[in-house]
């Protein structure tokens, strides 16, 4: 009994610390190539509350639900480091399925601004990492990011 319950402490701990440099490198491409999108000269925006930075594969999807409030202009930003392929999309969408913006149709910028005129509403944030066919396939960081504009 004691050498499973050693066993499984030592797998959690294995899986925590292997994790980490992966997170911490997540964190370092959001903070240094992402974050500084929320200002381009023009405008400024500040961060929502939280980010997400997930490690992605070729052929993975993420999906990611935000809550808006009617009157206030948002930045979605999505971007993949440079080792992740350039047709890497991002589409927001109503919670009824509408799409707002889909990065594949306009050029493939690395964020949209959206000025909720409706009601409150939640919206859907989908990426997409396209496979190449090429084996193995790019990995890399990608970073989703919302922020509210400052007056």
Do not use: H
Not at 78 to 98: I, L, R, Y
Not at 111 to 120: A, I, R, T, V
Not at 135 to 150: D, E, L, M, R, Y
């Amino acid at each position: 009994m004691n050498t499973v319950r050693i066993s499984i402490i030592a797998l959690l701990a294995v899986l925590t610390f292997w994790q980490s440099p992966c997170m911490a490198q997540c964190n370092e491409f959001t903070e240094n190539e992402v974050l500084p999108l929320l200002s381009d000269g023009n405008e400024s925006f500040i961060i929502s509350g939280k980010y997400n930075a997930v490690k992605l594969n070729e052929g993975d999807d993420m999906l990611i639900f935000r809550s808006l409030t009617k009157g206030i202009t948002y930045r979605f930003i999505a971007k993949g480091e440079e080792s992740m392929p350039d047709n890497t999309f991002f589409v927001v969408e109503s919670w009824q399925g509408d799409t707002l913006f889909n990065s594949s149709q306009n050029g493939y910028p690395k964020y949209f601004d959206y000025e909720n005129k409706k009601n409150n509403q939640r919206v859907k944030i989908y990426v997409k990492v396209p496979a190449s066919g090429n084996k193995p396939g790019a990995s890399g960081c990608v970073s989703v990011v919302t922020g509210i504009k400052s007056e």
